[in-house]
């Protein structure tokens, strides 16, 4: 039995970094041959969110209700999507994505990290070596 293959990128942004662990899919497999890349970070409730210039198709197992520290792809937007608690549309607790998102892997670490990125931070995402 193969084990998938994890993928490790690094999220920087002006007052820290996380590093997030991405499962083997072809919305990954995009992503990693876009990066490295600089965008400018949104905020939406306890979400993160920025354009990465790729553009994918929701993959079978898209997802609206995520854990927090998902990676998700949000393929609306063609954006990386980065919950670390409710939003605007969540029910209770949850992390609700605008839409279903491609959910891509995991953030180590704390996810409320996320909370010192501010609307308009720049924010880096590059490649770590295996």
Not at 39 to 49: F, N
Not at 57 to 64: D, I, L, M, P, Y
Not at 117 to 123: A, H, S, Y
Request: proline content about 8%; hydrophobic content about 35%.
């Amino acid at each position: 039995m193969q084990t998938p293959t994890s993928l490790q990128i690094r999220i920087s942004w002006p007052s820290g970094h996380l590093t997030a662990s991405l499962d083997d899919s072809p919305t990954t497999q995009a992503l990693t041959n876009a990066l490295p890349l600089v965008s400018t970070a949104r905020t939406w409730g306890k979400e993160v969110y920025f354009d990465t210039g790729v553009s994918v198709s929701r993959e079978t197992g898209a997802r609206e209700v995520v854990e927090p520290g998902t990676v998700a792809f949000w393929t609306d937007g063609d954006a990386l999507a980065l919950p670390y608690g409710p939003t605007p549309i969540s029910r209770g607790d949850e992390c609700r994505l605008a839409s279903p998102c491609n959910v891509l892997g995991r953030l180590e670490g704390d996810p409320g990290l996320l909370a010192t990125v501010r609307d308009g931070d720049p924010v880096r995402v590059e490649l770590l070596d295996a």
